[in-house]
């Protein structure tokens, strides 16, 4: 998932005015990777045996759409309160 949520029209441009002082080159549509919830961002890998699977510990789908399925998994653990384990800099 993309860090964060996604924001509002408003919050958005607050954020701009914040950060370059006036909304001259505000854009009218967003545009880019982070316009919605990209499902890329779950840790979905291929496994050796030839299926998919979320994270390490996830069921691994074979056949179709199991790809789709695997994020689906994911999906539900970050709905059921699963959060990434942040790394700390030292």
Do not use: D
């Not at 949520?5 to 001259?24: E, I």
């Not at 510990?57 to 309160?81: E, F, L, P, V, W």
Request: no cysteine; charged share 35%; net charge positive.
């Amino acid at each position: 998932m993309p860090k964060g949520k996604p924001r509002t029209l408003a919050q958005r441009k607050a954020r701009h005015k914040k950060k370059y002082g006036s909304l001259n080159n505000f854009p009218k549509v967003r545009k880019g990777k982070n316009r919605k919830w990209e499902e890329t961002n779950m840790p979905v890998h291929r496994t050796k045996s030839g299926g998919y699977q979320w994270g390490s510990h996830g069921k691994i789908y074979y056949g179709k759409n199991a790809k789709k399925k695997a994020t689906a998994q994911g999906r539900a653990a970050y709905a059921s309160g699963y959060k990434r384990k942040r790394k700390k800099w030292k």
